[in-house]
């Protein structure tokens, strides 16, 4: 038996789908494709999937229990806008999406590797916008969140530097918060302690 058999038709691994995948395949109807990378317990797509109805979510999770809780979140809330791949985010993005597949990205909160001799494990680099560059459709937007400010501040630079973004804040390199963006777990665990968030918006412009 798949371990992702019991979670059907919410979630799957890798080896169930092609590569490239198209993922308007996994869902009811065809809609914006949305991606939730990390996507952690779900409350975020949760809230976003009742909000959009009109845009399917694609969740990125690796931990298995994490995506269990997902897919009990999806189910409650009979949101059949919500799907979940269960796999590794370096291996996703670059084999089983299409070209300019993807309207909207969001990364909340992701580990940020704080000490100088970890910085090298961060999922944001220069090689990964380019990724997120290739999947999003033009016009599509890339959301980022942090609540670390050398993070944040490395994530502008990465993406300010690609040709391909534009800063959709204007003059702000990053607010700390933005209204139309649930806030997560992380979010109010941060604010509880003190330490301010910080949400960038890139538009794929070419």
């Given at each position: 038996m798949n371990i992702h058999d019991e979670l059907k038709p919410f979630a799957f691994g890798m080896s169930e789908i092609s590569k490239p995948q198209n993922f308007q395949e996994l869902?009811?109807?065809?809609?914006?494709?949305?991606?939730?990378?990390?996507?952690?317990?779900?409350?975020?797509?949760?809230?976003?999937?009742?909000?959009?109805?009109?845009w399917n979510f694609l969740c990125i999770e690796l931990r298995l229990h994490?995506?269990?809780t997902i897919v009990?979140?999806?189910?409650?809330?009979?949101?059949?806008?919500?799907r979940v791949m269960h796999g590794r985010i370096e291996h996703l993005i670059p084999h089983c999406f299409f070209r300019d597949s993807v309207a909207h990205a969001y990364m909340n909160f992701p580990d940020p590797w704080q000490k100088s001799r970890q910085s090298k494990n961060r999922t944001m680099n220069p090689l990964?916008?380019?990724?997120?560059s290739e999947l999003l459709k033009l016009g599509g937007i890339f959301h980022f969140a942090t609540d670390v400010i050398d993070y944040a501040d490395y994530a502008f630079d990465c993406l300010d530097k690609h040709p391909d973004f534009e800063n959709y804040l204007g003059g702000y390199r990053f607010m700390p918060e933005i209204p139309e963006h649930y806030k997560t777990l992380f979010y109010k665990h941060a604010q509880a302690s003190g330490f301010d968030s910080s949400f960038l918006k890139f538009k794929k412009v070419y």
């Open positions: 869902f009811i109807k065809s809609q914006p494709l949305v991606l939730d990378i990390g996507a952690g317990k779900g409350e975020f797509v949760e809230q976003m999937a009742e909000l959009h109805p009109d994490r995506v269990r009990k979140r999806a189910k409650r809330a009979n949101l059949q806008n919500i990964f916008c380019k990724r997120i």
